[in-house]
């Protein structure tokens, strides 16, 4: 089944290049990411994968579905495909939504004999408002028995941990009046504003270590000479869990609130991108994928393990839905960072392509293994339900 596998993956090596090329200079924002979307489920449909469009109400997701008819497990396999501003495809998503793909038909080729179901999702926007939390609220994920994906990197990691994280935006509505003439008319919107800052900073010594809130002013007024009647500052909190994170995020707004109420501003609290919950990195799963990746000649001493999550990711959510994993793969020797040009170069590269392969095949072969193994899948639902 391996050797299929393998095989499988080898023989559209020229389609797998030429999907991950034409996303990666063709990038497309969150939400907008119609071309790619297009490119991957028409390349599913072609190999037999039955696809719904616009899974969950979000117009550029879809959920592909192969099944073997016969039973076993169900896996499941993400794609991301969106881009960032100004700097397209510098997180390397052209060539996760391409390596989700490459993985489903490799791993099709294997189920008629090992059984189960294929899953492939869709899920746009990851760098905003990731629709793996619209598709996760749905339950579209709650029957898998692993959802898998592997992020570019410049190394070979283990899945580890994310933050959890909230975007906030703290908005302030003030009086505007002349700030020479007759400031006393004037309610300073701004003021509220910058008191948040000094109060949220004044409460960083007694927030947990793992705790981070970081924020810009969005808004700040018109003119020097004009009291802002409006001001707003946007912030992401993060925090090792769930529970944490939405304490944090109380304490932020009880800061805007008494801002509010020494400034005389009035206060409006909004969401403005999805909240994402923390990884729970499934450790069996992670064993299995780890050991294929040394089964396609990665040497042990070159698998890191993650020292800790200091970001976040929409994966979080399906993490506390079905057992998950969020590995990296290397894509270049160079020690490159995401969301830069030059990580922009590594996922349009050769070394970018090989390493996607190689990514590809640890998690269709992980997949086999769940698909015809009920005493492995119970073992990992055990360790789920333990850690949830």
Not at 42 to 47: K, S, W, Y
Request: glycine share 10%; charged share 20%.
């Amino acid at each position: 089944m391996k050797e299929q596998i393998i095989e499988t993956i080898d023989t559209h090596r020229s389609a797998w290049k030429a999907i991950s090329q034409d996303i990666g200079k063709r990038p497309e924002l969150g939400g907008e990411e119609v071309f790619a979307s297009k490119t991957l489920t028409e390349t599913l449909e072609a190999h037999g994968f039955k696809v719904e469009r616009a899974a969950a109400g979000v117009p550029t997701a879809f959920h592909a579905v192969y099944e073997s008819g016969k039973e076993g497990g169900h896996i499941g396999l993400m794609c991301e495909y969106d881009a960032l501003p100004d700097l397209g495809h510098a997180c390397g998503h052209n060539l996760i939504g391409t390596q989700g793909v490459a993985a489903a038909i490799g791993l099709k080729s294997a189920a008629d004999q090992a059984g189960g179901t294929i899953h492939v999702f869709g899920t746009p926007a990851e760098e905003t408002n990731g629709a793996k939390v619209t598709m996760a609220d749905a339950g579209m994920f709650d029957q898998l028995d692993a959802a898998l994906m592997a992020h570019p990197a410049d190394a070979y990691v283990k899945s580890g941990s994310s933050l959890a994280m909230d975007a906030i935006e703290l908005s302030f509505h003030g009086k505007s009046a002349h700030a020479a003439a007759a400031p006393e008319y004037g309610i300073n919107a701004l003021d509220a504003v910058l008191q948040t800052f000094n109060s949220i900073n004044a409460r960083r010594e007694h927030l947990r270590d793992d705790v981070k809130i970081h924020g810009i002013i969005s808004a700040g007024g018109q003119a020097p000479n004009i009291v802002p009647d409006y001001a707003a500052a946007k912030f992401y909190v993060r925090a090792a869990s769930r529970e944490t994170c939405n304490d944090a995020a109380a304490k932020l707004i009880s800061a805007g609130e008494g801002a509010a109420l020494a400034s005389g501003a009035r206060l409006e609290v909004s969401y403005y991108e999805y909240s994402y919950d923390n990884l729970i990195t499934n450790e069996r799963l992670s064993e299995l994928f780890t050991d294929q990746l040394e089964s396609l000649g990665i040497a042990e001493k070159n698998i890191q393990a993650q020292d800790s999550g200091g970001g976040s990711l929409d994966m979080g959510n399906v993490s506390q839905r079905c057992p998950a994993i969020h590995p990296y793969i290397q894509i270049s020797r160079d020690a490159v960072q995401p969301h830069t040009p030059e990580f922009r170069t590594a996922a349009l590269s050769e070394q970018g392509f090989e390493g996607m392969i190689i990514g590809a095949k640890a998690l269709a072969l992980t997949g086999a293994h769940i698909l015809n193994d009920p005493e492995l899948r119970a073992e990992i639902h055990r360790e789920f339900s333990a850690r949830l």
